[in-house]
Structure formats: structure tokens, C-alpha cells
């Protein structure tokens, strides 16, 4: 689990779920395909979109590595 303290380490926590959902949206993978790479259930997936929970850092390259994308790319607008 990330251990964000401050207030601006929040709001990067906020972007998270809102970048993952647009990836696969606009990528065009569904939740089970990606669940399937990462090695999570679909319900962790729609967890992370939601921001209920976080994946931890081993899930979190899986997911960069997934979508071809820099892991900053997660927590920056």
C-alpha cells in the first residue's frame, strides 16, 4: 500500500483510478484481460478504478507495464 501523508500526495493518489480507467477505455481492454496479466480478481481492478483500494508496487509496474505507460504516468495530470 502507498503511505501518502500530505495533501498534495492525496490529490496524486486521487489521479490514479481516473488515469487507470482511461487507459483501458481508450485502449479498449476489458477489466478481465487485465486482471488476468496483473494476477488479480476483476473485483481488485474495479476497486483500483474506484479508488477504494490501491495495488501495491509489484501490481502497480504490471499495470505500467501493461499499458506501455511510465509508472509517473499514474500520479501526474
Known amino acids: 500500500m502507498f503511505d501518502f501523508k500530505g495533501k498534495d500526495d492525496q490529490l496524486k493518489l486521487e489521479i490514479f483510478p481516473k488515469k487507470l480507467k482511461e ?29 477504494a483500494t490501491y495495488p501495491n508496487v509489484e501490481r502497480l509496474l504490471k499495470l505500467a507495464n501493461f499499458f506501455d505507460v511510465p509508472l509517473d504516468y499514474f500520479f501526474k495530470e
Open 23 to 51: 487507459l483501458r477505455i481508450e485502449q479498449n481492454f476489458l477489466v478481465e484481460q487485465i486482471a488476468l496479466f496483473v494476477g488479480v480478481s476483476t473485483a481488485s481492478i474495479r476497486n483500483y478504478e474506484s479508488g
